[in-house]
């Protein structure tokens, strides 16, 4: 297969078009800055708490609806192991977005943080914040590194483009203009990314469901044709599994930087439900044409296309199958139009990573731990020298696609299994405190670990109820033992903070141990403050006596 220059042209006329619009949008930020009373952190970070209430739901949903949203739909609804109800994605981002704007926003936006980890910080102290913070930063990596893979894999297949160099390229569009604006430039060009995204992908869908190599998906939804029916199942020993992949998806989003620097660039809480509630209409909608991807990649007569059999299942190749379906079932300037859908999918993803983890480091490490006197004209090149480290760090992390895969399991499980249960006792439980918060980090490490992960390799030391070899031979748990950690951390959490609190409050335990400062300091009685006052009361009366005594003499 030749190199495809027409393809190469009109991918280069949309990073050019995203480039514009996130050096305009950094000029933009420079002159909101000049008349803001604002500092320049909050300009960068959260574009002075004044994003528009219409960018703001397209920045959210473009974050949201990544390279991995619009591929992992597709390759599920494709799988014939699977089918489309494992295809989760869309239905768990609108509880997502439903829970963030009901119970999340509030607290958050009207406490006016600069980033999720802020009440931490404040109620915890710096040290349990920082060991909070680290799994945060490694998901924010991956994030980069994964939406980076996927957009290598698809451009490969339909430019022939070299996997190298589609990736080097994405990956200094994204930083550039990620850090001559901070968050303006992001959702400024995550408006245009969404549009593409939206276009390009209803575009092709036509031309897929009419292509001559395939039947028609009504027909083979609920029937054997060419592979197991695309709708799929969910047998009764396996609901479990897909219960705990669901919550995985739901509520882990909630503890992601991302999600919160969008909710705190709203003008009020109001606008911030609003943006929440918009979006995940968005999602769904976004969600559609990749299942129609995979119906029709799954209602495809392989062997008279060009590509021909072994079927891309067969080869191993579920996981590029929209654009081996945009390749072969559709005209070339059709799929050329497809491959732009997934490179903004992608670069819309990659720098809300960038600015999220730029976040956590610049704000919550360097300026409140390692420098708290640093001026605004300091905190600016941090920022911009982290996003660089972070978008050069994920970019690395590519071509590594075990360990890639290795951190990015590590970082979806740590934000769901100990992020989670953390942010909501700190949100929404006065009770908490540091040593809760020890043992549930703990807790929820040690039993993600020691539960295995098939797919890295990591046998199960703990074999939860239903505990089996999975179709491909690999001891898999089917019970929802992440949600299972999620809830027994969350409780160990509760449980020995209010433990604590007895311990030192109670003065079984000497105040000098009290490394994380929980005792309540007592109010003085009613009684004792009448007491404290006749005494006074008593000793001016002495005083004036005394006085009047030596007058006297």
């Not at 930020?29 to 009373?37: L, P, Q």
């Not at 943006?275 to 968005?282: D, M, V």
Request: proline share 4%.
């Amino acid at each position: 297969m030749a190199l495809n220059v027409p393809g190469l042209v009109v991918m280069a006329v949309f990073y050019l078009l995203i480039l514009g619009t996130g050096i305009w949008a950094s000029m933009r930020s420079r002159k909101v800055e000049k008349k803001s009373t604002g500092d320049g952190m909050e300009i960068t970070l959260l574009a002075g708490r004044n994003i528009n209430l219409l960018v703001g739901i397209f920045t959210l949903t473009a974050t949201w609806v990544g390279g991995g949203f619009i591929l992992g739909i597709a390759e599920a609804t494709y799988n014939p192991t699977l089918g489309a109800v494992w295809a989760l994605m869309p239905v768990p981002y609108v509880l997502t977005f439903f829970l963030g704007g009901f119970f999340f926003a509030k607290p958050m936006r009207e406490n006016n943080y600069l980033t999720m980890m802020d009440p931490f910080q404040k109620k915890y102290g710096n040290f349990l914040s920082s060991a909070l913070i680290f799994p945060a930063l490694v998901a924010d990596v991956l994030w980069v590194a994964r939406t980076l893979v996927s957009l290598g894999g698809t451009m490969s297949v339909i430019l022939d483009l070299s996997y190298v160099y589609s990736i080097i390229i994405s990956s200094v569009v994204a930083i550039i203009y990620t850090l001559l604006g901070g968050l303006y430039s992001v959702a400024y060009t995550d408006v245009i990314q969404l549009i593409l995204i939206f276009v390009s992908l209803w575009v092709c869908v036509p031309f897929l469901l009419t292509n001559p190599h395939s039947v028609d998906i009504s027909l083979t939804a609920y029937n054997q044709t060419f592979q197991a029916p695309w709708v799929g199942t969910v047998e009764l020993d396996e609901a479990g599994k897909w219960f705990d992949d669901f919550m995985l998806l739901a509520l882990g989003g909630l503890a992601y930087q991302a999600f919160y620097q969008r909710i705190l660039s709203a003008s009020s809480y109001t606008q911030a439900q609003v943006t929440c509630f918009a979006s995940s209409a968005f999602c769904l909608v976004l969600g559609i044409p990749s299942v129609l991807v995979g119906a029709v990649a799954a209602s495809t007569d392989w062997n008279s296309t060009s590509y021909g059999l072994p079927t891309p299942y067969e080869r191993d190749q579920a996981g590029s199958i929209l654009p081996i379906a945009l390749q072969y079932l559709t005209p070339t300037y059709i799929s050329i139009i497809g491959i732009g859908a997934v490179a903004a999918a992608v670069m819309s993803s990659m720098d809300s990573a960038l600015l999220s983890s730029a976040s956590l480091f610049s704000s919550n490490i360097y300026k409140n731990i390692i420098r708290k006197q640093a001026s605004d004209y300091e905190m600016q090149w941090v920022i911009r020298i982290s996003v660089v480290v972070v978008g050069l760090a994920g970019t690395a992390l590519t071509f590594l696609d075990s360990s890639v895969l290795v951190f990015w399991l590590v970082g979806v499980d740590m934000s769901y299994t100990i992020m989670f249960p953390q942010l909501v006792c700190i949100l929404f439980f006065k009770v908490s405190n540091g040593y809760g918060a020890t043992v549930g980090y703990l807790m929820g490490l040690i039993l993600r670990v020691l539960s295995g992960e098939p797919l890295i390799g990591l046998p199960p030391a703990i074999q939860f109820p239903g505990c089996r070899l999975d179709a491909e031979g690999r001891l898999t748990q089917f019970f929802p033992f992440r949600t299972a950690i999620m809830i027994m951390s969350l409780l160990s959490i509760l449980l020995f903070s209010y433990l604590a609190s007895i311990v030192f409050n109670k003065g079984l335990l000497s105040e000098k141990w009290d490394v994380f400062k929980i005792k309540r300091k007592q109010k003085p009685s009613a009684r004792a403050v009448d007491d404290k006052r006749t005494n006074a009361d008593n000793e001016e009366a002495s005083a004036a006596k005394q006085l009047l005594e030596t007058s006297s003499c």
